[in-house]
């Protein structure tokens, strides 16, 4: 009877047992298909949509060609149009140096118009021409945006430097002071708004002084 008592205990503890063995690999089966389904991607998958900007620069390229037009106002003489061409060597990011030519034609003053008939200089003399190196300094460097996808260096600098003024049949030593805005549409290609100022002593009109020959021109450049 007692070895019956027996065997039915052991036959309990195996079952228990197994119940137990049973439930332990039903936990792990199931961590394992909970981290098989968090490993798998999610059901909502975020679109975030970056937008291509295109920045134009002037890249490594130091030198720009600009060939320019505008207007000049000679003190008594009016105001007519000028042109010519500029060289520009950037030194750094900030300065750069610069050569000038251009050349206007005068006008004739108030006392020419009202003498009925006085010249007080030849046509060839009322060619005006002039010739100059500046030093630069980019003051704001920016960027200008044309629409959601398109961004454009720009800089607004100033400009000072001096050369000659050959006009009223005499070459004149000049100061020049300025500045102006840059904006490059691409590396190779931009365009440039300049205003100056071209300083020197003139006696054209009988009296001796320093005049001032505003100039303001747009340029076309090519960056190479």
Do not use: C
Request: aromatic content about 12%; proline content about 1%.
């Amino acid at each position: 009877m007692e070895s019956g008592f027996r065997i039915l205990f052991l036959i309990a503890l195996f079952g228990v047992s197994g119940l137990a063995i049973a439930a332990d690999d039903k936990a792990v089966q199931d961590d394992k298909s909970l981290n098989q389904i968090i490993q798998q991607e999610p059901i909502i998958q975020p679109e975030v949509k970056r937008r291509k900007i295109t920045d134009a620069d002037i890249g490594s390229d130091n030198f720009e060609v600009n060939a320019f037009v505008g207007l000049l106002s000679i003190e008594d003489f009016g105001t007519g149009a000028v042109y010519g061409a500029r060289l520009d060597y950037h030194i750094t990011e900030d300065f750069f140096v610069e050569g000038s030519i251009g050349q206007s034609k005068a006008g004739t003053t108030s006392y020419e118009r009202l003498s009925g008939g006085v010249s007080l200089l030849t046509d060839s003399q009322r060619t005006y021409r002039y010739y100059d190196i500046a030093i630069g300094y980019n003051v704001l460097p920016g960027e200008a945006f044309l629409g959601r996808n398109h961004a454009y260096n720009t800089a607004l600098y100033l400009v000072a430097g001096a050369g000659g003024t050959e006009f009223a049949g005499d070459t004149r030593f000049t100061i020049t002071v300025g500045g102006g805005y840059r904006i490059n549409f691409a590396d190779w290609i931009g365009m440039h708004l300049d205003f100056r100022d071209h300083i020197f002593s003139s006696d054209v009109t009988g009296e001796s002084k320093d005049t001032h020959n505003f100039e303001t021109t747009l340029s076309i450049t090519y960056v190479f």
